[in-house]
């Protein structure tokens, strides 16, 4: 069983994606958040589900789409899950948001 941590940047993000939805639909904005929050319980158990994020195919940076939104998450060898970043699934995931790496 994996030990998941949520960095900072991903709390914020999600905690963005539920303010804006919640301007027009709270109830969608609390139906999508408790969604994200559930499919990252999820990866506790299967570490390694989702897909390889496509702009980078590495194994260790996977991804969950939750409705329109992507879940960015990286797992280290040591058993711990690192949840990254949250964002709408119509942007490209660029390194700049990827805490703590660089990539070529």
Do not use: C, K, N
């Amino acid at each position: 069983m994996a030990r998941v941590v949520w960095t900072r940047q991903a709390l914020a993000d999600v905690r963005a994606v539920r303010e804006f939805i919640a301007r027009d639909a709270p109830l969608v904005a609390e139906v999508l958040t408790d969604r994200i929050f559930g499919s990252v319980d999820r990866l506790e158990v299967f570490p390694l589900s989702g897909r390889e994020v496509p702009e980078f195919r590495r194994a260790d940076l996977r991804e969950v789409i939750v409705g329109s939104y992507r879940v960015v998450h990286r797992v280290r060898e040591t058993g711990l899950l690192e949840v990254l970043t949250v964002f709408h699934s119509a942007r490209l995931l660029t390194s700049d948001v990827i805490p703590g790496e660089m990539f070529p």
